[in-house]
């Protein structure tokens, strides 16, 4: 009988021992799964690593391989957090003795989203340089904003972590210098919140649209034998748009694989609101509603596909954001949104309390509150018989 079941425990249980090939990318290197974990296998010791994962980061000459490990889960995956942070290091390097790795030559990486969620990419730029990607990612539950209010302090031994992480492995067939690495990490990663803004995926520290989330991590393997030398990439270059367009096609890939985050998904007004606090049970307590619970649902779920409403709720969502941001002062910003809803979004108020309470709104949040509560009581009344009974 185990007292506490600890991070040892499940790896010295977990059966490792099938490992089977997930697909191939440029250079030679071989994609293999096996237990946890994704393997970026190298065909030989031309190879350089750049990376911002917790084990083995930085630069790596010839490794092995690049892994991508799924965590444990439950209890037994946050003993390791209590145990403090370096405990990163003897996890990974225990679980590379059950994979048959030499640690010492493998560059780790870590998420909580699954291996058979993982996206590939591959894209041959215009001047023939062949890329790939190697994409984990979920967001739901750890975006975040370059800026947000910290969670944790690093000088702490120990820390709590949200999951939710975007794992990016990319190789290049091309030979590039220290500081063209270090750029396409970074196109790398402005590419990926390209993607969260389009999609407008919310942070969960702040009202803002995430960028990225606390724990996301960058692999770039490049081949030192391959013809191709590069130095000097710039951001204009063709390598550089196939770099972007790569990711961003992996990256779509691999959100909606994971949690079903995609365009259609996100194309809903109460959850573009929710990255305000707007959410249903609050837009419910605006007034008392002369309709039944069932009523209010069914006018809730029709809203959330009222593609013209979540183009309003957008245009509003972004007066918010230029108030937050500066560029409008707030009694404009909520001034116009006012108009705007009662333009384009709401019926006919002759209701004087309803005037009342519209022009008291004075700022965004108990803007759209309000007036998402009209507009679920608006749809129930439509929803209804003619006579209205």
Known sequence: ????????????????????????????????????????????????????????????????????????????????????????????YRYAEKLGLDADRTVFQGTAASMDNAAVSEMTSADGI??????????????????????????????????GTI??????????????????????????????QELQAKSLYSKGIATGSGTDQVAVIVNKKSPNKITGLTKDSELAKTLAQCMKDALRKAFDRQTGMNPQSQWDPLLLMSRRGLVPLEIREEMRFPATYAELMAALGQLSGDRYNTAVITALLNIADDIDNGLVDEKTGVDLAREICEELVLDEQDDPVVRLRLDDADNMHDLLSFVSALKVMDTVKERRVPDGQ
Request: net charge negative.
């Open 1 to 92: 009988m185990i007292d506490m079941l600890t991070w040892e425990d499940i790896i010295e249980a977990e059966d490792t021992s099938r490992r089977r090939e997930y697909g191939r990318l440029c250079s030679g290197i071989t994609l293999l799964r096996q237990g946890r974990a994704m393997i970026v296998m190298l065909p030989n010791d031309g190879f350089r690593v750049l990376s911002s994962g917790f084990t083995n980061g930085g630069f790596m000459e010839s490794p092995l391989a690049v892994v991508n490990i799924t965590g444990m889960g439950g209890k037994p995956e946050y003993t390791c957090m209590e145990e403090g942070l370096d405990t990163h290091d003897r996890v990974n």
């Open 130 to 163: 062949k890329v790939a990607y190697v994409v984990t990612a979920g967001i739901r539950h750890n975006g975040g904003r370059a800026g947000d209010p910290t969670t944790y302090d690093e000088s702490e031994s120990s820390y709590d972590e949200r999951p």
């Open 167 to 196: 794992i990016t492995i990319l190789a290049i067939d091309a030979d590039l210098s220290d500081g063209d690495m270090f750029k396409v990490m970074l196109m790398a990663t402005e590419a990926k919140s390209c993607v969260i």
